[in-house]
């Protein structure tokens, strides 16, 4: 078995990557962005594909996110993929900093393309999660919550009514990204995502999220630490 963690920024991969001790491998996409890290946990292969880097920071966002996902699933096989990292939430839906949520759906929100048909529809994603994710969440005792995913760490008015209007609680850049990558070769996706900032605090963003980083990172550390666990001592893959 192998779980496949695709991840945007070193920051949230840092942690359990020292935990776990797992090694990098250079130049395995080369000449893509994408870096690998492989190890092995209660006999299950564990990676983490990180977006990579440019201009010495972090590849952020959809593109960057669905060529890693892309690269991994061709050429890793996982039997799952976790899309792991940090995202905006909204204290009048309950959420708090560094909570970790596992999503229940994922969809992007700065699409706007008119209409429900087949346009409008395909273009907000709305792409299924793994089926256990539901299960995961019980047995673990973490809330769960829709992604909704954007090009930008703010938030335009726009996005706000597109979020409300689909019920969406975990703003991020990448989600849905992974998500339409996975779909297409039916692989099972499970998001698990911790909280730097408030998107209805009132504070600036970039500031709220920098400043949590470090605390949201280290309990998506030890969260991942519980799916892993989980996702390990499952039997039936
Ligand atoms: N210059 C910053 C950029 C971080 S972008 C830096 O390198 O430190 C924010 C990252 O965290 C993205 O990968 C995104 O998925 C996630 N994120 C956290 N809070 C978010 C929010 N409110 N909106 C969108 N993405 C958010």
Redesign the pocket.
């Known amino acids: 078995m192998r779980i496949c963690y695709v991840v945007?920024?070193v920051?949230?991969a840092q942690p359990f990557i020292e935990r776990y001790g797992i090694r990098k491998v250079e130049g395995f996409f080369a000449p893509l962005p994408c870096q690998l890290y492989e190890g092995e946990v209660n006999g299950v292969t564990l990676n983490v594909v990180l977006n990579g880097q440019q201009q010495g920071?972090?590849l952020?966002?959809c593109e960057a996110a669905a060529v890693a996902t892309l690269s991994a699933i061709q050429q890793l096989h996982p039997d799952i993929v976790v899309n792991s990292?940090?995202?905006?939430a909204f204290r009048e839906k309950g959420a708090d900093i560094a909570e970790v949520y596992i999503g229940n759906g994922v969809m992007f929100h700065d699409r706007r393309v008119p209409g429900d048909d087949a346009w409008g529809t395909q273009s907000l994603g709305n792409y299924p999660v793994w089926e256990g994710s539901q299960a995961l969440a019980e047995a673990l005792g973490m809330k769960m919550g829709k992604v909704t995913?954007?090009s930008?760490?703010?938030?335009q008015p726009c996005d706000l009514e597109m979020i409300q209007k689909h019920g969406g609680e975990l703003?991020?850049?990448?989600?849905a990204a992974v998500g339409f990558v996975c779909s297409l070769f039916k692989t099972p996706i499970l998001y698990v995502k911790s909280v730097?900032?408030l998107?209805d605090s009132g504070a600036e963003?970039?500031e709220e999220?920098?400043r949590n980083?470090h605390r949201a990172c280290e309990t998506l550390k030890t969260a991942n630490e519980q799916v892993i666990d989980y996702l390990t001592k499952r039997v039936n893959w």
């Open positions: 945007a920024m920051a949230e920071s972090d952020v966002g990292g940090t995202c905006g995913t954007g930008s760490l703010d938030m703003k991020d850049m990448e989600g730097t900032d998107c963003t970039f999220f920098s980083l």
